[in-house]
């Protein structure tokens, strides 16, 4: 069993920036791949960024150049740093983790608010 605890979201202005951290704990050993997505209001959820243990990173292209993925293996943590962020990037994010044995554990959801 894996459990993913992320932080870092808020409420911040047009062009602000913010880090989303998450923190993953059990049996972590099996972790083939670490992400996020996010969920606005009425649309679906959707894939913000993935990296991979062999370093493959995958984005979404409306947050390419912008948002930028990392990890830190020895704290089995992984970041999501969000700049130049604007009101379409309001929405719930969720941490992701996929084992090499084929399961996906998620995070609770952090709100990200983008608004003057």
């Known amino acids: 069993q894996v459990h993913l605890a992320e932080s870092g979201g808020g409420l911040v202005q047009p062009g602000e920036s913010l880090r989303l951290s998450c923190v993953a704990s059990?049996?972590?050993?099996?972790?083939?791949?670490m992400g996020w997505y996010r969920q606005a209001p009425g649309k679906e959820r959707e894939l913000v960024a993935r990296l991979t243990n062999g370093g493959s990173v995958n984005y979404a292209d409306s947050v390419k150049g912008r948002f930028t993925i990392s990890r830190d293996n020895a704290k089995n943590t992984v970041y999501l740093r969000m700049n130049s962020l604007s009101p379409e990037d309001t929405a719930v994010y969720y941490c992701?983790?996929?084992?090499?044995?084929?399961?996906?554990?998620w995070g609770q959801g952090t709100q990200v608010t983008v608004s003057s």
């Open positions: 059990g049996r972590t050993r099996s972790i083939d791949a």
């Open positions: 992701y983790l996929d084992t090499y044995m084929g399961n996906t554990y």
